[in-house]
């Protein structure tokens, strides 16, 4: 036996619903108005599968609007929680946060390191408030707080003002450079070197929720070194995979490079080099036209090469390899398709500030 359709008590005048309608801003309150509009429409009013189908809702959730608009009148459709607020309302008061943000900057009285758990009962013991974990470790991201695993920085590495500093004089000396020669280009280019073997490179991968990922692991100490040279005005790139880190490596690399890209010598180049032992070596002899420019020391942040290894290490990661030469296939054929994306490279060497220069 079909259901009996649903009346609407006449709370509103169908005018009033419309002008209700029409006016209200909250989505999920306008959305309930179009329902009892179109239920109660004069001359042909909807029926409760129609309405739903309209109003993108189930059968039922558009007859609980009804009877709540008929037990209710127009208080029934408003959005509860502008009525009672008291949701929105924090528990700490800035003040608190205040003095919350500023003890979560050392650690816990345990020594160790903060939680949930352990924010709540800071904030249950100091403030007399008592919080659900989830709510306590909400407030750390109220706080504009994330979990993040910290970069590791050399205790040495340069202070913010030395980078500058630095910056400032790579600036300096090329515009030095230009007022030598003011005929000839100038180009930065950078220089780095990134050990790689048959040690597994553990990365993050996507997963069925429920299921843990596993990566073969046979740890072997064979090791071969990517040279890598980047233009971070381009993002133009050179590789070779050269068998040890040494000054005869180094200078091989060097002349295989000044071949490559100023084969006639029509730009000067500035490279950008770490202070590794083969990079200082007084027996390096630098090809014509190429200039070192000495990174400050145990400051990587500074080289643009660095960022382009976690784009290396994406194509060997999860993976055993049977011995270096295996390795080395694959190493080669990401090299290369490396120096064929110049955008790609692009996006992850070119600072702005070597931009700028």
Known sequence: MPRPRTQISPHLDYADLTQRYVQCQDAGEKNRWLVIRLLSHPKT?????QTAEICGLSC???RKIARRYNAEGAVGLVNRQRLNPGGNRLALSDEQQRLLRQRLQSAPDDGGLWSGPKVGE???TYFGICLHPSTAWKYLRRLGLSLQVPRPVHHQSATLEQQAEFKAGLAGHVAWLRSLFPNREIVIWAEDEARLGLQPIVRRVWAPIGERPSAHHSRRYQ????????????????FLLLPRANVSMMQMALELFAAQVNPHRQQLIILLVDQAAWHMSQKLQ????????PLLPYTPQLQPTECVWSLLREAIANQVFDNLDALEDVLVKRCQWLMQHPVIVQGKVGFDWIQAI
């Not at 009013?45 to 599968?49: A, D, L, Q, V």
């Not at 090791?223 to 050179?238: D, E, L, N, R």
């Not at 630098?286 to 420019?293: D, E």
Request: aromatic share 26%.
């Open 122 to 124: 800071y904030i249950e």
């Open 223 to 238: 090791w071969v070194y990517t040279y890598g040279f980047v233009h971070p005005a381009t993002g133009a790139s050179y």
């Open 45 to 49: 009013p909807m029926s409760i599968e």
């Open 60 to 62: 039922s959730g558009v």
């Open 286 to 293: 630098v090809p014509p036209g190429i200039f070192f420019y």
